[in-house]
């Protein structure tokens, strides 16, 4: 019998695993494992190089060179870095230091210009 470990999930994950495993019949928490089985098995797949794939990631190699495998895992894990730079954002609080206005949308489109100063 396989154990399980509570983990956290980011919440768009979660949504996402959430959505796709009910058109699958599985859980979101299924949805995740089947994912993650996925990830490992493409990884350590014989058309898979890491080494390929790092070298991408640090810039010394072109991410075209790369075969259809490896292209989608550098695609992963491009995904991920990106989320995690997004989630740790706060324009409003930087052009507020810096003393700088912005542009913004409101719910209605409308654009709504902020001014530190004003």
Do not use: C
Not at 37 to 53: A, C, K, M, V, Y
């Amino acid at each position: 019998m396989a154990s399980s470990m509570p983990i956290r999930v980011d919440g768009e994950l979660f949504d996402a695993a959430k959505s796709v495993g009910a058109v699958a019949n599985r859980s979101a928490g299924q949805q995740l494992a089947y994912w993650a089985r996925i990830g490992r098995e493409l990884e350590s797949s014989p058309g898979t190089s890491l080494r390929d794939i790092q070298r991408v990631l640090a810039g010394n190699a072109s991410y075209d060179e790369l075969g259809e495998r490896n292209q989608a895992v550098v695609r992963a894990i491009w995904d991920e870095q990106m989320e995690a730079r997004r989630a740790h954002l706060d324009l409003a609080a930087e052009f507020t230091r810096a003393g700088r206005s912005w542009a913004e949308a409101d719910e209605s489109g409308r654009a709504i210009v902020r001014d530190p100063d004003a």
